[in-house]
């Protein structure tokens, strides 16, 4: 029973994580190149032009529920085995839903990437 | 890609890797989360192990924002995974760990998978727009 919620808290933190990361990377593709907007406009700006991105709020409650999901999890299992799981399933659902959502351009290139550091943070536990 | 985009993307490996490192130390500390009384957690919040790891967290989060308004995330999350190479690296040097030699094939394997996807293009790039055929009849009229 405790290796079923620790798979669930797991489960949540790879969604939530991945949704996070969905809605992030389009929401600073939205706000545009922070570096030029820095340096053209200053801190503030960034700053406001950021937090005005609905999807940037949206991806920071994902973030809070894989925060708190992660604590939990940490204190159910080791770290050992919590900390590789989500990540290297992170990888995959981050690339499926970057090619679903965001229409990357996920090519053999990025797919062999993900599988490789998917397999490798495996091996690493 | 220059060197300034490269420190960013070494920002978010470093400071992630820490960061989690921090929070595991934190919530060993705090012990088992009760589901019984799951809002317990936030009292985890006043340990200093887990305020220095969300210290480096939030180090975290803006490089990672910085490094996603100028790459795409299929980029970017493998790009960065070299973190766990780097502590991998840093338990054996410094803390005299025993690493496995299982452990250096997942080390080799993501040094492989960084160094295949940042010799790629870090954007999409932009879709062109289709030049629209006019309809006979648009043809027609425009004769």
Same mark, same amino acid.
């Given at each position: 029973m405790k290796s079923l919620e620790l798979w669930c808290a797991i489960f949540a933190i790879v969604l939530a994580s991945s949704g996070g990361d969905v809605l992030l990377s389009s929401a600073m593709k939205r706000v545009g190149d922070l570096h030029e907007l820095y340096a053209e406009r200053g801190l503030l700006v960034v700053m406001g032009r950021v937090v005005r991105e609905k999807r940037f709020l949206l991806a920071l409650c994902c973030f809070s529920v894989g925060f708190f999901s992660l604590l939990t999890a940490l204190s159910w299992g080791d770290a050992s085995l919590v900390a590789p799981a989500s990540a290297s399933l992170t990888f995959i659902a981050s690339a499926v839903m970057a090619k679903i959502f965001?229409?990357?351009?996920?090519d053999h290139r990025r797919w062999i990437a993900a599988l490789l550091v998917c397999v490798g943070v495996v091996l690493l536990r | 890609m220059n060197l300034k985009k490269y420190l960013v993307l070494f920002a978010v490996m470093c400071f992630g890797s820490i960061g989690d490192a921090l929070l595991k130390r934190g919530m060993n500390d705090f012990g088992p989360v009760d589901l019984h009384h799951?809002?317990? *957690? *936030?009292?985890?919040?006043?340990n200093p192990w887990i305020l220095i790891g969300i210290a480096c967290l939030i180090a975290f989060f803006s490089s990672y924002m910085t490094a996603l308004s100028w790459a795409d995330l299929s980029y970017v999350l493998p790009a960065t995974a070299l973190g766990y190479v780097l502590v991998t690296i840093l338990g054996t040097t410094f803390l005299h760990e025993n690493v496995s030699p299982a452990r250096w094939i997942g080390v080799l394997l993501i040094s492989c998978g960084v160094g295949w996807v940042t010799r790629g293009p870090a954007l999409t790039a932009p879709q062109p727009r289709e030049a629209r055929i006019p309809s006979p009849e648009e043809q027609h009229e425009i004769a």
């Open positions: 965001l229409k990357e351009d996920v | 799951p809002f317990r *957690v *936030v009292t985890a919040l006043g």
